[in-house]
């Protein structure tokens, strides 16, 4: 194994929230060093990221209206702190994007476009060129990161291990580059690995996000909140790829309606009926499917002729299809989008164990709650991102690490296996019986394959959903499906190998 010693903040993955970290910890006089297993704009939700990024930018609007419909969007579990912090940071957050060469949409008077979407008060979601505010956001986080001397990018490194010293601090990993492993010991380790979206066979993420750095941070003690907890879109395009390309919730906001194969409205004939909170949405297009009535977004109306200058992207992946938007409705499904759920960590993205921060979809922060307010996410990876990157650039490092134990990785045919199964058992609508088989489905492939990291993720999330015995924002159990008049975090760490337990 090679060694290397990296006198700063070590930041795995290069997504809004790694980058925005990396910058500000450069910023702060940080040597900063950023691995990433693809070059970067390539493999995170981030670029991918349609929508925009929520903030009060209006006079209408306030940070704390929209910190009340984070809180009401979370369904009791979002921490009202931190969704404060959140939504105080909003406009300070864009501007600062918009300083790096964000093309944020603007009016005639300079301000910012903001469009409506769903479980919004108020319109508040800045955009790029329609939809395409992820890539052209992280484009400019990306140029800034070039041109910045302290930071230093391996774009062909993929995370394998924690190294702890002696006493449990997080003093660097291990990576594999190419065939080689590589131990860096640094002076903290900030987690930015994004979300669990490739453990489902219907996801709109990169099927790369497997959950790996939430299992990692687990198995080095970190506390694990709430992981039970994913969202599901409601209008992924329901064209035979994988990933699903994505129908931004934007198009509903501009009016276009949700039908089945006859026409008639899946949530309601009422304008607002398809703005419901995203959990709601996915459910009623998730039983029109199961009842072979079809689920179809039909933009032909509210879009119609605009729709390749205002959602260049959308249409862009329906005509690749054989699909035109313009003329025909959008057949669409429910995909795993977002993992609300994660590895516990403040609004500096420090967790449970010291050395270890974690950012991003891979970070639980409670500003989420059991079900995500549209557009939050890019907002939350770049002004918590660049908190976490400020804290961990003051810290100092620990002591030699210890020997670290590396996980084997899961074949393709039973990661297949793996993904086809948490959607069907861990997806729109869980129950008892569905998730205890996937539970044992779990077990098998670690007894045939070894205690690969994504396995563990599948575990976090399967045995979480099946000991809370409710349903209750973005989880959804049909056998139980009423929510607890009392909202009660999961928290679970790791005690033994191989061993959930509630945390106390």
């Not at 994007?97 to 300079?110: I, M, Q, T, V």
């Not at 907002?379 to 961990?392: D, I, Q």
């Amino acid at each position: 194994m090679n060694r290397t010693r990296h006198g700063g903040p070590l930041i795995v993955g290069a997504g809004l929230a790694g980058l925005s970290a990396a910058l500000e910890a450069a910023k702060a006089g940080a040597r900063v060093l950023v691995v990433t297993p693809e070059p970067l704009l390539n493999a995170c939700s981030s670029a991918w990221a349609q929508g925009g990024m929520a903030a009060a930018l209006t006079a209408q609007d306030s940070a704390e209206r929209h910190a009340r419909d984070t809180e009401a969007a979370g369904a009791g579990l979002v921490e009202p702190v931190a969704a404060r912090a959140l939504t105080d940071a909003g406009r300070e957050t864009v501007e600062w994007l918009a300083a790096l060469g964000a093309p944020f949409d603007r009016d005639a008077d300079g301000g910012f476009v903001v469009s409506l979407e769903a479980a919004h008060s108020v319109p508040r979601v800045a955009r790029v060129g329609g939809d395409g505010a992820g890539r052209a956001i992280l484009s400019a986080v990306v140029a800034a990161v070039r041109a910045e001397k302290r930071i230093e990018v391996w774009d062909d490194a993929r995370l394998k291990a924690l190294l702890q010293d002696a006493d449990g601090r997080v003093v660097g990993a291990v990576v594999v580059r190419g065939d080689r492993l590589v131990e860096i010991t640094a002076t903290a380790v900030v987690l930015a690995t994004g979300g669990a979206g490739g453990l489902f066979a219907a996801t709109t993420t990169p099927a790369a996000l497997k959950g790996e750095g939430m299992a990692l941070a687990a198995r080095a003690g970190a506390e694990i909140l709430d992981p039970e907890f994913v969202q599901f879109h409601p209008t992924a395009i329901d064209v035979g790829l994988d990933p699903a390309p994505l129908a931004t919730e934007a198009l509903r906001g501009e009016g276009a309606r949700l039908i089945d194969g006859e026409g008639r409205f899946l949530l309601g004939a009422e304008n607002d009926a398809d703005l419901k909170p995203r959990d709601v949405v996915a459910r009623a297009v998730h039983a029109a499917r199961v009842e072979r009535r079809g689920a179809f977004l039909d933009a032909r109306t509210a879009i119609g002729e605009a729709f390749p200058h205002e959602f260049p992207a959308v249409f862009a992946a329906c005509m690749r299809s054989g699909l035109d938007p313009r003329v025909s409705p959008i057949p669409v499904m429910a995909a795993c989008h977002y993992h609300m759920g994660g590895i516990a960590a403040d609004a500096d993205g420090r967790t449970t164990v010291p050395g270890l921060y974690a950012v991003g979809e891979c970070a639980a922060t409670g500003v989420h709650g059991a079900n995500r307010l549209a557009s939050n996410s890019l907002l939350e990876a770049a002004a918590f991102g660049r908190r976490a990157g400020v804290a961990a650039a003051m810290e100092t490092g620990g002591g030699r690490p210890a020997p670290a134990e590396i996980a084997p990785d899961l074949p393709e045919a039973a990661m297949a296996e793996l993904r086809t199964a948490m959607t069907a058992h861990a997806g729109v609508v869980r129950d008892a019986q569905g998730l205890s088989g996937l539970i044992t489905l779990i077990g098998q492939l670690e007894t045939q394959h070894g205690a690969a990291a994504v396995l563990l993720a599948a575990r976090l999330i399967a045995q979480a959903a099946l000991g809370r015995r409710e349903s209750r924002g973005g989880h959804y159990r049909s056998d139980y499906p009423r929510t607890a008049a009392r909202a009660d975090h999961t928290r679970v760490r790791i005690t033994r190998p191989a061993a959930l337990e509630a945390a106390e």
